[in-house]
């Protein structure tokens, strides 16, 4: 059984492959919103420039949560 801790950090190693890192940005986990469910989390994440400056210029757009089942460690 996968604790909170683990899935953040699948979730983490997950989205530091996204691109952004080549563009002087990553993508950054909003620990506020993440939701604990009867079969594991739902965890929501930005753009690290758009939660710091507000800009919509920088937000992310069309992404979806990311889900880590607590049993399989299935994300």
Same mark, same amino acid.
């Given at each position: 059984? /996968?604790?909170k801790a683990e899935a953040r950090r699948l979730v983490e190693a997950r989205i530091s492959t996204?691109?952004?890192l080549a563009l002087g940005d990553e993508v950054l986990i909003i620990d506020?919103?993440?939701r604990e469910t009867d079969f594991g989390w /739902?965890?929501?994440y930005q753009s690290r420039l758009?939660? %710091?400056t507000?800009?919509?210029r920088h937000a992310l757009t069309g992404n979806a949560p990311l889900i880590v089942d607590r049993d399989? %460690?299935?994300s």
């Open positions: 059984m /996968v604790t996204w691109p952004l506020a919103s993440t /739902v965890f929501f758009h939660l %710091e507000g800009a919509l399989t %460690e299935r």
